[in-house]
């Protein structure tokens, strides 16, 4: 998986709590994404970064906020969660000069109870 | 391992055969179109991509055309093994909004047969 580790691989939790999944790579890319994949959606972008401190949203980003504070780590967070945030997440890394080029991690499956 | 997609379309090969798996588009602005493999339980896996001013590009195993008139795109699988198996996802990739853009394709479900 492209030097990604995801963190927790799977997680069980209830509405209105606060979750933070974690995406670590040993690639030293700049860029770094999160998505979701749903049956019937296919993936989907929440939020990207392009540096440490600089990240923005994608197409799903309501009710997910992420953070970047070093290179190797980007996280997203779900600050109260919904049953409609169930999915399965996945982070992924470019490398320079292929942004095109999107490796992906294993994933976390998250419920939401 | 977690459903990708309840009903995504399946096509059934026997091994050794060649398998074409088909993708419609929708942008013409996409600058490059890739092709992921999505085993069961785990994330998508890079296969190929070609650039959008090619019309052919060959891997190991993997060849993908691009045809921009009808904007469609295949990926072709020589003499498919059981390993194969898997969703595959076409992606259409443009610059916009600041960042690299993938815009994914429903999948289809690649079955191998001995």
């Known amino acids: 998986d492209a030097g990604i580790t995801q963190s927790p691989r799977h997680k069980v939790t209830e509405t209105g709590t606060p979750v933070t999944l974690r995406c670590h790579q040993t690639?030293?890319?700049?860029?770094m994404y999160w998505y979701r994949q749903d049956p019937g959606h296919g993936l989907r972008l929440i939020h990207y970064?392009?540096?440490?401190?600089?990240?923005d949203k994608g197409e799903v980003s309501d009710g997910y906020s992420v953070s970047r504070s070093k290179t190797e780590d980007f996280l997203l967070t779900l600050e109260s969660a919904t049953s409609s945030q169930t999915s399965v997440y996945f982070c992924?890394?470019?490398?320079?000069?292929?942004?095109?080029?999107?490796?992906f991690g294993p994933g976390t499956r998250l419920t939401v109870t | 391992g977690e459903s990708v997609g309840l009903h995504l379309p399946t096509l059934s090969v026997q091994e050794g055969d060649n398998s074409i798996i088909n993708c419609a588009y929708s942008?013409?602005?996409?600058?490059?179109f890739i092709w992921y493999k999505q085993e069961s339980g785990k994330g998508p896996q890079f296969i190929i991509d070609?650039?959008?001013?090619?019309d052919k590009r060959q891997g190991q195993r993997v060849t993908v055309l691009l045809n921009k008139t009808v904007k469609h795109l295949s990926l072709q699988i020589a003499a498919t093994q059981p390993g194969d198996s898997a969703v595959y996802f076409c992606a259409e990739s443009m610059f916009s909004g600041g960042y690299n853009k993938l815009i994914f394709g429903a999948g289809t479900r690649l079955a191998v047969h001995p």
């Open positions: 970064s392009y540096g440490v401190k600089d990240t």
């Open positions: 690639e030293n890319h700049r860029y």
């Open positions: 070609i650039r959008s001013n090619m």
């Open positions: 942008n013409s602005a996409s600058d490059y």
């Open positions: 992924a890394i470019s490398p320079p000069g292929q942004r095109h080029e999107q490796y």
